[in-house]
T-cell receptor
C-alpha cells in the first residue's frame, strides 16, 4: 500500500498552494524528460513531458521547466489539491535503442486540506 | 486506468525459488518494458521486448529473463530468487513505430514480490 513513499524526501503543502518539485538528471545526452505521478498501489502515471529543445512546457495546472545547463528539471503544480498527494518521479530518456527510462529518486507530495 | 494488466498482484516466495510474472499490454501496443521498483526508490529498467525479441537490457543478471508472445503479452522470469529481489515489478507497454519519436509508456499496477 504505502510502501512507494517510504524513505523518500517529502514535501508538505496546504491545499490551494503552488507546489514545486525538483529533479536533477544525470546524462547530458538525454533528450526527453517525463514527470510521473505514482499513487499508492498503482503504477506510475504520465503527467507531462518535455523535449530537450524546449525549456518550458505547460499543461493543465502543471508546468515543467528544463535547465540543460545544470541538468535540472522542475514540476510546478498550481493550486495543489488533495488528489495531487502522491510520489512524483522525473524520468529521462536517451533516444535510440530501447527507449530505456531512467527514473530519479522521487518526492512524496502531501497536500493538507 | 492504462489498460495494462499484471498478475498476480502479490506473491510470496522463498530464496532459491523461481517466479513468473505476467503482463498484458494495452490493446494495439507492440512493446513491453519491465522495471523493478525497490522500496522507496524509483523504478529501474530491467529489459524491453519488441516484436517478441529482447530490445535492450538494464544492469540485471541473466537469472532475470523474459518472453513476449505473438499477442504482445509478456512474462518476466526470475530464477534463484534472492532476498534483494523483493520489490514491485512494473511492466509498461508502448507502441513503437518507424519514427524516432519517443513513444509514451503506459504502466500497469505492478506485482509485489516478497522473497523470504
Amino acid at each position: 500500500g504505502e510502501s512507494v513513499g517510504l524513505h523518500l524526501p517529502t514535501l508538505s503543502v496546504q491545499e490551494g498552494d503552488n507546489s514545486i518539485i525538483n529533479c536533477a538528471y544525470s546524462n547530458s545526452a538525454s533528450d526527453y524528460f517525463i514527470w510521473y505521478k505514482q499513487e499508492s498501489g498503482k503504477g506510475p502515471q504520465f503527467i507531462i513531458d518535455i523535449r530537450s529543445n524546449m525549456d518550458k512546457r505547460q499543461g493543465q495546472r502543471v508546468t515543467v521547466l528544463l535547465n540543460k545547463t545544470v541538468k535540472h528539471l522542475s514540476l510546478q503544480i498550481a493550486a495543489t489539491q488533495p488528489g495531487d498527494s502522491a510520489v512524483y518521479f522525473c524520468a529521462e530518456n536517451i533516444q535510440g535503442g530501447s527507449e530505456k527510462l531512467v527514473f530519479g529518486k522521487g518526492m512524496k507530495l502531501t497536500v493538507n486540506p | 486506468e492504462t489498460g495494462v494488466t499484471q498478475s498476480p498482484t502479490h506473491l510470496i516466495k522463498t530464496r532459491g525459488q523461481q517466479v513468473t510474472l505476467r503482463c498484458s499490454s494495452q490493446s494495439g501496443h507492440n512493446t513491453v518494458s519491465w522495471y523493478q521498483q525497490a522500496l522507496g526508490q524509483g523504478p529501474q529498467f530491467i529489459f524491453q521486448y519488441y516484436r517478441e525479441e529482447e530490445n535492450g537490457r538494464g544492469n540485471f543478471p541473466p537469472r532475470f529473463s523474459g518472453l513476449q508472445f505473438p499477442n504482445y503479452s509478456s512474462e518476466l522470469n526470475v530464477n534463484a530468487l534472492e532476498l534483494d529481489d523483493s520489490a514491485l515489478y512494473l511492466c509498461a507497454s508502448s507502441l513503437v513505430g518507424r519514427t524516432s519519436s519517443y513513444n509514451e509508456q503506459f504502466f500497469g499496477p505492478g506485482t509485489r514480490l516478497t522473497v523470504l
